[in-house]
């Protein structure tokens, strides 16, 4: 009896300490990481801000709209009209524009941390891959040790060992390094506590994610037209021009080309056009890039599966020799090193894919 209250008390013991543990560590999914980059941020309470900001002056716009106005020089009586029909019009459309920013600002935070989530994954993933290629090393340094006081090989060879796995090493080091920069990072996006005592683990594996993107039915031109039409800047742009063609519009009625007030109307109507071509051509150029640029990432990934591939069917063929006893460890290290090069070169354009798959799905997507 006392001996199965002892192993009762150790079991709770041992379970404490085990939930502790996993309580000192933050475990995000993808979903939760998103949602806790936003909820956790200021950034929506101060576009919650400067929305009632926009409000406010709209609300002014329309009370200034209706004053009246008696007389004046044709320049005055312009400028009197553009208040009344046209200020309001950009005040609402400042507020509009408020709103879409409210809603980009989310969708960029969610793209910034799911990003920085890669990288993490990919530095974490490196590692133990780095870990693997050194345990690989060290077996092939002892092996050939014992070759080297046999009178096998030369010490030549063996200082060139040692050293390579000293440079192992110490990219090893640099890389987690690199690690806790890349955790630092994510922690600011995530806007939690930055010090070491936050522990923080992501349940989510590096893997090529699915993407309409780049299979044959998807329509760029069709991605391009949506996103022309729901980008905020465009917007901006195109309602900018509306108000300068207005304001132009209004001043024809009481002025003639020559006019200073004339031609500064003239001007504005000519760099809202200009700004609006911009606006839609740079657009659509990043997505036209993004677009070729994420292809080009998926001939990567699959070249690198391929070259995997042939790396583990080369296992196979010389772990059958060596089971027949016809060739020696030894044999099989160098191919098992080749390897976990190829699954190094994986993590690293899987990584490069998922990102730009993100970059162009932020450029033609409001969520």
Do not use: W
Not at 61 to 69: R, S, T, V
Not at 127 to 146: G, P, S
Not at 171 to 183: F, G, P, R
Request: aromatic fraction near 6%; proline fraction near 1%; charge should be negative.
């Amino acid at each position: 009896m006392k001996r199965f209250i002892i192993l009762t008390l150790l079991f709770v013991i041992i379970t404490s300490v085990l939930a502790f543990a996993e309580e000192g560590i933050a475990i995000f999914t993808y979903n939760s990481a998103l949602e806790a980059a936003v909820e956790n941020s200021n950034q929506p309470e101060l576009d919650d801000y400067n929305i009632k900001a926009m409000e406010s002056a709209l609300q002014d716009a329309k009370d200034e709209a209706i004053l009246g106005y008696y007389g004046g020089t044709p320049q005055q009586v312009a400028e009197r009209k553009i208040i009344k029909e046209v200020v309001p019009f950009e005040a609402e459309v400042n507020l509009e524009i408020a709103k879409k920013q409210k809603n980009d600002n989310i969708h960029q935070m969610k793209s910034d941390v799911y990003q920085e989530m890669m990288r993490v994954l990919l530095s974490e993933e490196s590692i133990q891959n780095k870990q693997q290629r050194i345990a690989l090393l060290e077996e092939k340094y002892e092996i050939d040790l014992i070759r080297y006081k046999e009178g096998l090989i030369s010490e030549a060879d063996i200082i060139d060992e040692e050293l390579a796995l000293s440079v192992e090493r110490l990219e090893l080091k640099n890389m987690e390094t690199a690690l806790a920069s890349d955790i630092l990072n994510i922690k600011q996006r995530l806007h939690v506590d930055l010090s070491d005592d936050y522990k923080i683990q992501f349940d989510y594996k590096l893997n090529k994610i699915g993407t309409r993107y780049v299979i044959e039915s998807f329509n760029i031109d069709k991605a391009i037209a949506d996103a022309l039409e729901n980008n905020t800047l465009v917007y901006q742009k195109q309602k900018a021009l509306e108000a300068a063609e207005m304001k132009l519009e209004i001043t024809k009625q009481h002025l003639k080309p020559g006019h200073d007030f004339y031609d500064q109307k003239a001007y504005e109507l000519e760099k809202a056009k200009k700004e609006l071509y911009d606006a839609q051509t740079n657009l659509e150029v990043s997505i036209r890039n993004a677009h070729n640029d994420l292809l080009t990432a998926l001939d990567a990934v699959e070249l690198a599966y391929k070259r995997e591939d042939l790396e583990k069917s080369r296992l196979d063929t010389l772990k059958i020799k060596f089971d027949a006893g016809v060739i020696s460890r030894r044999d099989i290290i160098d191919t098992e090193l080749n390897l976990l090069s190829q699954q190094q070169a994986i993590l690293e354009v899987v990584c490069d894919f998922n990102i730009k798959n993100d970059i162009l799905r932020n450029l033609i997507e409001i969520e």
